[in-house]
């Protein structure tokens, strides 16, 4: 059963914009935390951008404030992840990631999310 399936993802370059987009469905739905996360090459999994459903709070990676903004719409169950001005630094796997209830973390902890879509690739070139 699939429960999130992300979007998106493409080939630009440097300066320009991509929107991914990740499909909640069945428990994902109801979730509490939300988040995107990325993986480069011969790096590890990086927390991103996330958002607490229930407060609409978002947090950003230091990386990505102010080029990136993580958004939901409730109505479809979608989380979006706008990305602005990447630069080639921003290449990696995306993946979307759905915490199911409050492990009593951070949100940029991997253990908060139980849930995970199976990425899309954002290639920036310079």
């Known amino acids: 059963q699939v429960q999130l399936v992300e979007s998106g993802g493409g080939s630009v370059q440097a300066g320009g914009s991509l929107r991914l987009s990740c499909v909640a469905s069945?428990?994902?739905?109801?979730?509490?935390?939300l988040g995107w996360f990325r993986r480069a090459p011969g790096k590890e999994r990086e927390a991103v951008a996330a958002i607490y459903t229930s407060s609409g709070g978002t947090f950003y990676a230091d990386s990505v404030k102010g080029r990136f903004t993580i958004s939901r719409d409730n109505a479809k169950n979608i989380l979006y992840l706008q990305m602005n001005s990447l630069k080639p630094e921003d290449t990696a796997m995306y993946y979307c990631?759905?915490?199911?209830?409050?492990?009593?973390?951070?949100?940029?902890?991997?253990?908060?999310?139980?849930?995970w879509g199976q990425g899309t690739q954002v290639t920036v070139s310079s």
């Open positions: 990631a759905a915490g199911l209830y409050d492990d009593g973390g951070y949100w940029y902890e991997d253990h908060e999310y139980h849930l």
């Open positions: 069945g428990y994902a739905k109801s979730s509490f935390l």
